[in-house]
């Protein structure tokens, strides 16, 4: 039997029962899939993962299935006041470029070799 107060029933939220957790949105995913997708094309990467946690998002990115990740493209909320919530982590957990702008912190995955003339 429901348990009712003075106003009756209270309602059952299962939204209030399971943890929120951080994700990308459909413009984030947009930005970071259209640098993925030249990746692929141009041959350099080959398969991705996406990791939702409370409190970060992840996108993986492999050069092949069987490997740890090359890339890692994270979303903390937590650091959004401070350095950003959006950051380029390497194989080596070197922080390559952190921001509060996702198109400002892909670019850093976009920079390819130079020729240098000496």
């Avoid at 107060?5 to 939220?13: L, N, T």
């Avoid at 943890?19 to 947009?30: D, G, H, I, K, Q």
């Avoid at 640098?35 to 993962?49: F, H, L, N, P, T």
């Avoid at 993986?60 to 650091?79: A, C, G």
Wanted: aromatic fraction near 8%; avoid cysteine.
């Amino acid at each position: 039997m429901p348990l009712s107060g003075a106003r009756g029933p209270k309602p059952v939220s299962s939204v209030a029962s399971r943890p929120s957790e951080v994700a990308f949105n459909r413009s984030e995913l947009t930005q970071i899939l259209n640098v993925y997708g030249r990746k692929v094309a141009s041959g350099e990467w080959r398969d991705y993962a996406i990791d939702f946690a409370r409190d970060k998002a992840v996108f993986s990115i492999f050069r092949r299935t069987s490997e740890v990740p090359l890339y890692r493209i994270e979303k903390d909320p937590k650091l959004a006041r401070r350095q950003g919530a959006y950051s380029v982590v390497a194989a080596t957990g070197q922080i390559l470029k952190r921001g509060h702008d996702l198109s400002r912190v892909l670019r850093v995955l976009d920079k390819g070799l130079r020729l240098v003339e000496g």
